[in-house]
């Protein structure tokens, strides 16, 4: 398993990493999904990368699965417009996420601490309501497949919800309100991380004791952020700079640590080992085949 602390600690540290995505998430309304592969790696230990991409991608799913219940009850899903968007966007998160297992471990990370920096500049833009009404009929579907299409692509090569994505990506295709938009949007987040979850889980490269831990951590935290929300209320622009900063502190944190020397060469020595150990098979191969040679020799 990709799971390397050991004992009480590990499973509470992992409980306590799923309660700060969980908890940021609902307080400050997206941006907390990019969180679970730092938390993941650096905090709980796991050193897979590709495994944490796998991980953090299921965690998400299900929190946003979860997310969506208060919302539907609410009337804030257009479920014609997500299914859409999101079938369209399966098709992209199994692409996108074919592509993210091949990519080195190394540049993966440097591309999602760059991804997170892009993430924390776009909540610090406000968001203008657009005008209620669908756009024509004739070319709705294909926008919404379009924009889903590259959604999903994107949250399936970084491992991430892609909600940060998904919103306006409604918003533009569809010009449905934004409230509309948020909720609708969980529909798509669960969809995709799903996608991209079961395609690494294919691969043996999710750790589902770590993943259902991370999700009742974000559970509980998701719940008491909510009611956190609710009190700070008036307060959410300066909580979403508050957070945009923390998330661009942890990206700087992410590329210092993968552009150190000492980081290159623990990757460096990982792919030497992997190409060694599938060489292995081979070189048996051979070493049998002249053995046998020798032995036909003798007879002969």
């Known amino acids: 398993m990709g799971f390397?602390?050991?004992?009480?600690?590990?499973?509470?540290?992992?409980?306590?990493?799923?309660?700060?995505?969980?908890?940021?998430?609902?307080l400050t309304g997206g941006g907390g999904s990019t969180l679970a592969v730092p938390l993941l790696l650096y905090v709980v230990g796991m050193r897979n990368v590709h495994m944490v991409i796998g991980t953090s991608a299921l965690a998400v799913s299900v929190n946003a699965y979860a997310n969506l219940i208060p919302h539907a009850r609410a009337g804030h899903v257009r479920w014609r417009e997500g299914i859409t968007f999101s079938l369209a966007g399966v098709a992209g998160a199994v692409v996108g996420s074919e592509f993210g297992k091949l990519v080195d471990g190394r540049k993966l990370l440097l591309l999602v601490a760059l991804l997170m920096i892009v993430v924390a500049v776009l909540m610090l833009i406000p968001r203008k309501p657009r005008p209620v009404g669908f756009a024509s009929v004739r070319f709705l579907?294909?926008?919404l497949m379009g924009i889903g299409f590259v959604a999903?692509?994107?949250?399936?090569?970084?491992?991430?919800?892609?909600g940060?994505?998904?919103v306006p990506g409604l918003m533009l295709a569809s010009h449905m309100e934004i409230l509309k938009a948020i909720g609708t949007s969980l529909f798509g987040?669960?969809?995709f991380g799903l996608t991209t979850a079961l395609n690494y889980a294919r691969s043996g490269l999710v750790d589902w004791v770590v993943a259902l831990?991370?999700?009742?951590?974000?559970?509980?935290?998701?719940?008491?952020?909510?009611?956190?929300?609710?009190?700070?209320?008036?307060?959410?622009g300066a909580l979403n700079v508050a957070f945009s900063i923390m998330i661009i502190t942890v990206a700087i944190y992410m590329l210092v640590r993968t552009l150190s020397p000492a980081t290159v060469g623990q990757t460096q020595t990982q792919t030497q080992t992997l190409t060694q150990t599938q060489a292995a098979p081979v070189s048996t191969q051979s070493a049998g085949s002249d053995y046998l040679e020798k032995a036909s020799a003798q007879l002969k």
């Open 189 to 191: 987040v669960g969809t």
């Open 213 to 236: 831990e991370f999700v009742a951590g974000g559970v509980v935290g998701g719940w008491l952020g909510a009611m956190a929300a609710r009190r700070l209320s008036k307060t959410r």
């Open 4 to 26: 390397e602390a050991a004992g009480v600690t590990a499973h509470l540290l992992t409980l306590l990493c799923g309660g700060l995505v969980g908890f940021s998430l609902a």
């Open 164 to 166: 940060f994505m998904i």
């Open 152 to 162: 999903g692509a994107a949250a399936g090569f970084f491992g991430v919800g892609g």
């Open 141 to 143: 579907m294909p926008r």
